[in-house]
């Protein structure tokens, strides 16, 4: 493991792996690297590339420096940045790909390609209403404190029935979420207010871009890749058949490796 310093103090921890162009993997909600996270992506692509695997902050080794701004995980990444050498790719997933865009924008060509998986934006009126919701209900519980339930809430926007949150409450894993539950509002500030589909700032992003969506998945996620991807002036869209939101990474490493390289 090692460790960069943010422009504010914390210390953002990371795996390297592999050689070749540096390609930094962002990560979703809840997720960093203690429980799996990207890494079983990052040992397929090692073979061509030096791959970068980090704990946001706020997750698992790394700090998280209060109060929280969206602006502070860019400069995360930009730090991530100047250790692999100044110029890096960058890959995101679901929040994590919202995040990524962000950087783009602010980090300019310091990110020299940027692939996004299911940014979870919608442009439906019903969902960014819903989204409006989760969020107020989100930052009341956190503000007592209740990681757990941030978790819950989480859950039950993404589809789950309140049994199966109550089922997951007893896995194994769920303390590896109830300890990153506060992170969750760090995933909302970067989707934004209504969790719309940004076109109008997706037309500022500046690289080549790829924008993937599974063939299996909900079918906003398509529609919102499609409209990401014909607002960007390089952008491109790729349809992955029979995936849904949880990818294999044996499908898109390869997808990838063409990409990147």
Known sequence: MGTVTSRDGTKIAY???GSGP???LVDGALVYRANWGLVPLAEKLADQFTVFTYDRRGRGESGDTLPYALEKEIEDIDALIEAAGGRAFVYG???GAALALEMQLQLGERIQKLALYEPPYNADPIAREQWKE????L???LQEGRKGDAVAIFMQLTGARPEDVEGMR???IWPFFEAVGHTLAYDAAAMGEEADVPVERARNVNV???VIAGGASYPFMQGTAKKLA???PQGQLRILEGQTHEVSEDVLAPVLEDFFG
């Open 170 to 172: 007893q896995a194994p």
């Open 22 to 24: 540096a390609v930094i």
């Open 134 to 137: 989760y969020s107020r209900k």
């Open 230 to 232: 014909e607002a960007m």
């Open 15 to 17: 795996d390297r792996l």
């Open 208 to 210: 080549p871009v790829l």
């Open 139 to 141: 930052n009341e519980v």
């Open 93 to 95: 997933i679901s929040s």
